[in-house]
């Protein structure tokens, strides 16, 4: 096997005394779809935001392509090449689609103020750049007639797309969906399965997601954790989850239906 | 003067100072507790606790004269009013802006306190007004100090009033409410606490205690001014800061460190009193790059 | 005041429509260049000195906008870059003899320097803290300024020479009017570049969500500072023009009124818009001049202004997109 993209070893959190995640140990090869699992509160976003440098864990490593993440800062991870959506949409409001998706291309470019006052010839190759790879990803993920709307004016499906393309637009080699199929309809949902794949077969980016429609899960990934209290208490394939023991006592256990395993 | 009292008197002066500081800075703290905001407005308050004060001793002194027992009336009276003026405030300006980005919130109490401080340039000319009482200069010899009457009744004063907050706040149902609203807003109006009263509740008790320092400063100093809020809300901040912002005990710490700091900071050969005010500013921003949290404050997350 | 405000975006509106579209920008702006360049003719002398001293603030207000309307951070402390600024200029040519024109640069260096130091601590914590270390900043500069023998204590410094430019000397208060229609003109067309620009836009993302901008790989303290320190030296060149243009300058031009002045013209007219902040510039310059007979109470008409202003037109004047809400 060979080193995996992403290693997580023993992260712990606690937030005021309450440990969130305990000893999480957890690796993504290159090139998968991974999903992690588990229900409410079981400390799947939180495992987002240790990755993606928004919570500093109080142990453990984080590794990504060789790399160690654990001090650094969150703009420095996606620079690193980790993109992340967000559980609630968190587009930037009042400005437009096409302006939302160019603010990936921030840390791939670098003009500054001087540049910008004097309008030298390289930022504006660096603008055009911004723009055209802005409209790509737009184009990509399907919502590219829309792009001078106001992003937040569109509908719920689209804004998730919106997500898409601005974490696209990073140029990442990792990309972490939190819960992007929250509030869509079937159609939608067998839209975003084909394309989860795309982008990782035609854009050659791993995909890790969390998702609570557990057979949206279990079609789209070959990988699955199942995280419960803090704690990694299975991993496998789609298959071997479903039948663990363990997994169906922790969706049991909670107010979730067993079922929406099966 | 030996070293013993000169340092004995500027422990005092500190005192003095810090418990003005201390009081101001409560209101501060607390206000930034229920709705995270920070009042520009508040030292303003302060100075029309000064003001209502002077007039209503300046209306009772036939009757009562303008001694202590006056002087308690008058700034009963201030805390009274500026408490209701402090509520008005809120409603009127804060509770619609609630929704609204930080910026503007930020920018609407800087307007607060413009129209505050302007309404009392216009009112008195830009003039000094003197705040005359009858206190007089008495006092007891300890050791090496002189300490005035007066002195020992404005700290007592102050002692007071910070005691009966802490004992409202964690003995009475409203200040267990004003705390639990400070911790997590949403949470409370989901269990059925009343919160814009509890916020109504926090900007009295915030805005009388300002006009109790307001009082107790005018007595103190004798004379009142339309700006003299201005740096007063200042310091109170940078006490709220060193105590950490949104802790009660930590305000009434930090205005007396504050004080203290600022009383023997003065005497560092190099460092006269017009340097004061650049002293306390420079504490308040190593305090905010060394230790942002304060004294007492509690720590959040760490976000990298 | 409110409803004055709303109907004088109702009668601005579609002019602005039409300012901001092809053919009828040109004509408007060549109009403009026109009234501009006749004003001091037509006025008199009197009328130009007031239109100077718009042009400042209309320099120090587009200055101040990229901190306020374009980063969205409070400063409360604007007037201390401006102070930098001018005693730069003031100290570099009385005490050392240094041309006006080779302080300039001094002036912006000393100017991105104290931004650095103040915002770069600040700028990590709530933005919020931002507003009053500002204040402090504000208040430590002007004190400094009045302690200082070099800075000439309480009295200012005065005898501050007029410049030379290529042979022209820069002197009557005409001269003057000319060399702030340009420097108003650029701060303009400098402000305009920023904010259509990947650091412009940067600062939008900021603004409206630092998480998801943090995110999006964009240093949130960098790009905040980046918008501190632009106004910084956009504030010290209005600065130290201003101290050629008076010859004098002393501690009481830069207090916190001076501060707040320059962000009631950024927040009147409207935040973040160039038209609208131009138009503040003026309200608060050439309102006053009107509002003469009220005495005491001007400020006061100001300040309830400005609250009404954010209470139910916090967008400002100016009618548009705004980068505030």
Known sequence: ?262 | MSLTSILLHQALNGLVLGSFYALVALGYTMIFGVIKLLNFAHGDLYMAGGFVALLVLSAISGIVGAGWPGIFLAMLLAMIAVGCLGVVIERIAYHPMLGAPRLSILITALAVSLVLENTVLALTNGQYAAFQTSLGFGGVAIGGLFITYSEMVLVGMAALLMVTLELFVTRTQYGRAMRAVAVDTDMCALLGINVPTVIGVTFFIGSALAAAAGTMAGAYYGSLWYFMGFLIGLKAFTAAVIGGIGSIPGAMLGGLVLGMLESFGTQIPGIGSQWKDVFSFVVLILVLVFKPTGLLGRSEQERM | MASDARVLARLAGPLAGFLSRGIGRWIALALLFAAMAAAPFVLGEYATVILTNALLYVVLALGLNVVVGYAGLLDLGYAAFFAVGAYTVGILTLRAGMNFWLTLPAAVAVAAVAGVVVGGPTLRLRSDYLAIVTLGFGEIVRITARNLPITGMASGLSGIRQPWLFGWHIATPRDFYYVFCVLATAAAIVSARLSDSRLGRAWLYVRYDEDAAEAMGIDRVRVKLAAYVTGAIIGAIGGAFFAVNLGAISPPSFSFSQSVSILMAVILGGMGKIPGVILGAMIVVLGPELLRSLGEFRLLVFAIGLLLIMLFRPSGLWPGRSHAK
């Open chain 1, 1 to 262: 096997m060979t080193e995996p993209l992403l290693h997580l070893a023993g992260i712990g959190l606690s937030f005021a005394g309450n440990t969130v995640l305990q000893d999480v140990s957890f690796a993504v090869q290159e090139g998968r779809v991974a999903s992690l699992i588990g229900p409410n509160g079981a400390g799947k976003t939180s495992l987002f935001n240790c990755i993606t440098g928004f919570y500093r864990p109080r142990a453990g490593r984080i590794s990504f392509a060789g790399q160690d993440l654990r001090r650094l800062k969150p703009h420095r991870i996606t620079a690193a090449g980790i993109a992340r959506t967000f559980q609630n949409l968190r587009l930037f409001r009042e400005m437009t689609v096409l302006e939302n998706v160019m603010s990936g291309m921030h840390c791939r470019t670098r003009a500054g103020a001087i540049g910008a006052i004097l309008r030298l010839a390289s930022q504006r190759r660096e603008e055009e750049e911004i723009r055209a790879v802005a409209h790509e990803c737009l184009a990509f993920v399907g919502v590219a007639d829309e792009r001078d709307r106001i992003a937040t004016t569109l509908p719920y499906g689209h804004q998730r797309r919106v997500e898409i393309a601005r974490a696209l637009a990073t140029r990442p080699r990792l990309l972490l969906l939190d819960e992007p199929a929250a509030g869509l309809n079937g159609g939608e949902k067998r839209e975003l399965i084909g394309l989860i794949r795309s982008i990782r077969d035609q854009r050659a980016i791993t995909i890790l997601l969390i998702e609570h429609d557990t057979g949206l899960v279990m079609r789209v990934s070959e990988r699955v954790s199942v995280l419960d209290h803090g704690q990694m208490i299975a991993e496998g394939t789609p298959r071997e989850i479903q039948t663990d023991p363990r997994v169906i006592e922790a969706y049991l256990g909670s107010d979730e239906d067993a079922d929406a395993l099966l």
